[in-house]
């Protein structure tokens, strides 16, 4: 069974694209459900952020699975599109798309290389998989990897140094249009999610005079203001009222739709008596209609405009990349001998099961025949018939692993061969597959936990 990765990103598809196909956190569970129902596809992820939407699944075939993930996207996604989604797309088959989800995960694939915010957005993807039941052996081992090896490459290396992200390249752009020293300047951000409470955290260190944190939840506002212990925190209605009095709008929220339209900035600007106004929008969906920048007076920039600020601070990051792909390597060959070990599955399980149902017959046999054992030499006898069947079989199941994965072709043979020989009675397309019939979902969640 073939894995792939399904997706498009920021280096294939511009953010009025991405946004569009976004899918909210809110209803990823929900997706991931309709998801299980496509029959080619036997597990699946899927990677939602700012900068990409990634589907990574175990299909049971390539050209057909990856057509109903196709379709899925088509069914699922939300609003009227006017763009051609597949031709933004890309599909990754085998180890490139294994090792695509590595340099994603570690960050050196993200829109700002070593971003803090990816390794969790991953972390969330594949908790969310598990939750919809979509998640099987195959992607829980990867995912697994991939999160091992994003962790080591944040402990050690320096793709995560220096504090940059995607919001503080904003504060540092509204700088750079409204002069170094912000003092004397009012902020509203509009979000108390991660990125907003990241940017103003950072507005709180560059001392800008009045801080106005928005948010529909008045008490995530609240939170955020006193943990900087200065600020206005005010629900959503505000907003324009807000605005009216600001000189930079940071804005990043879930929206499915555009929170700042010309009609409700051009409001505040009348009582601005032409003082400018700059708004940084950080959201994917949009927070700000792009019509807003026809407003006199208002400059405004979005994510994809910052990729220029955000490169001439990334030098120290570029200088880890090949450590971090060092880590990405020795990771992705791990899962790779793995998954190549997997056609001995199915025959190992069976060989192993057959071998303790006959100790087990026997064993109960023998003390049948021998009531007077003791407890104690009844645990000797166990213990004596599982140390057989354990080095009887050790070498067999050792030397089909380490065939699976130096000659995958000759690995198969011989799990057909002792298949035969043992009578295991495994089908044919169980051992091509690398698996056993579907597992209960009891059974799966036992497996998950390992």
Known sequence: MPLVCLGLSHHTAPVEVRERHAFPASKMAESLVALRDYEMVHEAVMVSTCGRLEIYAELEDYETGVEQLKSFLRNFRHGDVQHDMSSYMYTLLGSQATDHLFRVATGLDSMLIGEAEILGQIKDAYIQAQKARSLGKTLHVLFREVLNAGKEARSSTQIGGDSVSVATAAIDLAKQRLGENLAGKTVMVVGAGKMGTTAAKRLRIEGCSELLVVNRSHSKAREVVESLGAGMALELPGMVEAMKRSDIVVTSTGAS????????????????????????????????????????????????????????????????????????????????????????????????????????????????RCPELSERERMLVTGASLTIISKLLHSVVTKLRERATSNHAEALTLATLLDELFDLRVRNEEIAAGRRSPMPQAALEAELSE
């Open 257 to 368: 739709h555009f929170l700042l339209t010309p009609d409700n900035v051009a409001e505040a600007m009348r009582e601005r008596a032409e003082r400018p106004l700059f708004i940084v929008d950080i959201a994917v969906p949009r927070d700000v209609d792009p019509e807003v920048t026809r407003v006199p007076n208002v400059h405004v920039t979005d994510i994809d405009k910052l990729k220029d600020l955000i490169d001439v601070t990334l030098e120290r990051r570029r200088e880890a990349i090949p450590m971090v792909e060092e880590i990405i390597a020795e990771h992705a060959e791990r899962f790779a001998r793995w998954y190549q070990s997997r056609v001995t599955i199915p025959v190992v399980s069976s060989l192993v099961q057959k071998a303790e149902s006959i100790r087990d017959a026997e064993i109960e046999r023998l003390f049948a």
